[in-house]
């Protein structure tokens, strides 16, 4: 599977393309930042991004798209334009018809260290050595769109199976029998 992680953001929007299946060796196929200037307006940076994420989408041709889910911060300021970005790299991979997911930051971290309390420097050790770098990626939006990838290879694919088992328990009850809770609920996160 190969996924793009996106870190959004208005200023550095982290990009990070990851070939791999769970259990096996992982693979970086390129990371890298989408910039813009902050004096520009912001439809003008929201279109930066976009056109940034669509040459991404075009080069590296990913199946599956994973975007940082933006959590409720002190800065409204910053958690809008963290939002907008998000919603472009949503956009855009939806227009081709790629599946999005959304990952919380320490759904990320637990994923790729182990704590979901981990700091920057830990995930970008972490992510250094899981893809077997020479050097954790600059900036550190860079080395979290990689782990976003990774989280999204590791769980996405655990949490797809569970859906279609789930799908494959209901499909083949008989008509009228339900399908037990327990399963209902664990189906839907």
């Known amino acids: 599977m190969r996924v793009l992680g996106v870190d959004p953001g208005l200023t550095r929007c982290g990009v990070g393309v990851v070939d791999g299946t769970p259990g096996r060796p992982l693979r970086m ?12 307006g912001i439809g003008q940076r929201l279109l930066l991004i976009e056109q940034g994420l669509e040459q991404w989408l075009d080069e590296q041709r990913p199946e599956a798209v994973a975007v940082e889910r933006v959590f409720s911060q002190h800065n409204v300021r910053t958690v809008m334009g963290t939002a907008q970005a998000s919603a472009v790299a949503m956009l855009c991979a939806t ?24 700091d920057k420097a830990q995930v970008g050790a972490m992510v250094t050595r899981l893809l077997r770098l020479d050097a954790p990626p600059k900036p550190a939006d860079a080395a979290d769109a990689l782990a976003l990838a990774i989280c999204h290879i590791w769980r996405g694919a655990a949490a797809g ?12 009850a008989p008509r ?6 327990a399963v209902q609920h664990r189906s839907t996160t």
């Open 176 to 181: 009228g029998s339900r399908v037990p809770r």
């Open 95 to 118: 227009r081709r018809g790629l599946p999005v997911a959304l990952h919380t930051p320490s759904e990320v971290k637990a994923a790729v260290t182990g704590s979901g309390r981990a």
């Open 161 to 172: 199976r569970l859906a279609e088992a789930v799908a494959a328990q209901a499909k083949a």
């Open 29 to 40: 196929a390129a990371v890298g930042v989408i910039r813009t200037p902050s004096d520009a």
